[in-house]
Nanobody, 124 residues
Framework: QVQLVESGGGLVQAGGSLRLSCAAS????????AGWFRQAPGKEREFVAG????????YLKDSVKGRFTISRSNAKNTVYLQMNSLKPEDTAVYYC?????????????????WGQGTQVTVSS
Protein backbone atom coordinates (compact mmCIF):
# COMPACT_ATOMS: atom_id res chain seq x y z
CA GLN A 1 0.00 0.00 0.00
CA VAL A 2 1.26 3.47 -0.83
CA GLN A 3 -0.21 6.88 -0.12
CA LEU A 4 0.35 9.72 -2.58
CA VAL A 5 0.18 13.45 -1.89
CA GLU A 6 0.48 16.06 -4.63
CA SER A 7 1.69 19.61 -4.15
CA GLY A 8 2.89 22.53 -6.20
CA GLY A 9 -0.27 23.60 -7.95
CA GLY A 10 -1.43 27.19 -8.09
CA LEU A 11 -2.34 30.16 -10.26
CA VAL A 12 0.10 31.21 -12.93
CA GLN A 13 0.01 33.44 -16.00
CA ALA A 14 0.25 31.96 -19.47
CA GLY A 15 3.88 31.27 -20.31
CA GLY A 16 4.76 30.62 -16.70
CA SER A 17 5.99 27.48 -14.97
CA LEU A 18 5.01 25.21 -12.13
CA ARG A 19 6.55 22.06 -10.71
CA LEU A 20 4.18 19.50 -9.29
CA SER A 21 5.44 16.99 -6.75
CA CYS A 22 3.94 13.65 -5.78
CA ALA A 23 5.30 12.39 -2.49
CA ALA A 24 4.79 8.76 -1.54
CA SER A 25 4.56 7.25 1.90
CA UNK A 26 3.77 3.82 3.24
CA UNK A 27 5.98 1.87 0.87
CA UNK A 28 9.00 2.68 -1.21
CA UNK A 29 8.06 4.35 -4.46
CA UNK A 30 10.79 2.60 -6.41
CA UNK A 31 8.58 -0.44 -7.09
CA UNK A 32 5.80 1.67 -8.59
CA UNK A 33 5.34 3.09 -12.02
CA ALA A 34 3.67 6.48 -11.87
CA GLY A 35 1.45 8.64 -13.97
CA TRP A 36 0.08 12.16 -14.00
CA PHE A 37 -3.51 12.68 -15.06
CA ARG A 38 -5.53 15.87 -15.29
CA GLN A 39 -9.20 16.74 -15.33
CA ALA A 40 -10.46 20.05 -16.65
CA PRO A 41 -13.94 21.33 -15.74
CA GLY A 42 -16.61 19.46 -17.68
CA LYS A 43 -14.11 17.07 -19.24
CA GLU A 44 -12.99 13.52 -18.58
CA ARG A 45 -9.75 12.82 -16.78
CA GLU A 46 -6.90 12.34 -19.22
CA PHE A 47 -3.43 10.81 -19.07
CA VAL A 48 -0.70 13.41 -19.35
CA ALA A 49 2.60 11.72 -18.48
CA GLY A 50 3.98 8.43 -17.25
CA UNK A 51 7.28 7.17 -15.88
CA UNK A 52 8.53 3.66 -15.24
CA UNK A 53 9.60 2.46 -11.81
CA UNK A 54 13.26 2.93 -12.66
CA UNK A 55 12.70 6.25 -14.39
CA UNK A 56 14.23 4.88 -17.57
CA UNK A 57 11.05 5.10 -19.63
CA UNK A 58 8.79 8.11 -19.87
CA TYR A 59 5.75 9.19 -21.86
CA LEU A 60 4.27 12.61 -22.52
CA LYS A 61 0.97 13.40 -24.17
CA ASP A 62 1.54 15.10 -27.54
CA SER A 63 0.02 18.40 -26.44
CA VAL A 64 2.54 18.79 -23.61
CA LYS A 65 5.68 17.51 -25.33
CA GLY A 66 8.42 20.11 -25.31
CA ARG A 67 6.75 21.92 -22.38
CA PHE A 68 6.36 19.30 -19.63
CA THR A 69 8.90 16.91 -18.15
CA ILE A 70 8.21 13.96 -15.86
CA SER A 71 10.94 12.72 -13.56
CA ARG A 72 11.37 10.93 -10.25
CA SER A 73 13.70 10.64 -7.30
CA ASN A 74 13.31 7.23 -5.75
CA ALA A 75 15.69 8.31 -3.00
CA LYS A 76 13.17 11.01 -2.09
CA ASN A 77 10.13 8.83 -2.86
CA THR A 78 8.85 11.60 -5.12
CA VAL A 79 7.66 11.97 -8.71
CA TYR A 80 7.72 15.37 -10.39
CA LEU A 81 5.96 17.07 -13.27
CA GLN A 82 7.79 20.17 -14.46
CA MET A 83 5.43 22.32 -16.47
CA ASN A 84 6.82 25.17 -18.57
CA SER A 85 5.23 27.50 -21.12
CA LEU A 86 1.86 26.89 -19.54
CA LYS A 87 -1.28 27.62 -21.53
CA PRO A 88 -4.83 28.35 -20.36
CA GLU A 89 -5.86 24.95 -21.75
CA ASP A 90 -3.56 23.31 -19.19
CA THR A 91 -5.94 24.47 -16.45
CA ALA A 92 -7.14 21.38 -14.58
CA VAL A 93 -6.89 19.39 -11.40
CA TYR A 94 -3.74 17.30 -11.70
CA TYR A 95 -3.60 13.85 -10.11
CA CYS A 96 -0.68 11.60 -9.39
CA UNK A 97 -1.26 7.85 -9.66
CA UNK A 98 0.81 4.79 -8.80
CA UNK A 99 0.77 1.20 -10.03
CA UNK A 100 2.96 -1.61 -8.78
CA UNK A 101 5.08 -2.81 -11.65
CA UNK A 102 7.83 -1.65 -13.92
CA UNK A 103 6.02 0.30 -16.61
CA UNK A 104 3.47 3.10 -16.81
CA UNK A 105 -0.07 2.77 -18.15
CA UNK A 106 -2.26 5.21 -20.07
CA UNK A 107 -5.47 3.81 -18.60
CA UNK A 108 -6.50 5.12 -15.19
CA UNK A 109 -8.09 1.83 -14.18
CA UNK A 110 -4.59 0.31 -14.09
CA UNK A 111 -3.63 2.60 -11.20
CA UNK A 112 -4.90 1.52 -7.77
CA UNK A 113 -3.25 4.38 -5.90
CA TRP A 114 -4.20 8.03 -6.32
CA GLY A 115 -3.43 11.34 -4.73
CA GLN A 116 -6.09 13.90 -3.85
CA GLY A 117 -5.25 16.20 -6.74
CA THR A 118 -3.81 19.70 -6.99
CA GLN A 119 -5.37 22.59 -8.87
CA VAL A 120 -3.45 24.27 -11.67
CA THR A 121 -4.97 27.44 -13.09
CA VAL A 122 -3.36 29.26 -16.01
CA SER A 123 -4.65 32.75 -16.73
CA SER A 124 -4.46 34.35 -20.16
Amino acid sequence: QVQLVESGGGLVQAGGSLRLSCAASGRTLSIYAAGWFRQAPGKEREFVAGISASGGSTYLKDSVKGRFTISRSNAKNTVYLQMNSLKPEDTAVYYCAGAQGRTWYKVESEYPYWGQGTQVTVSS
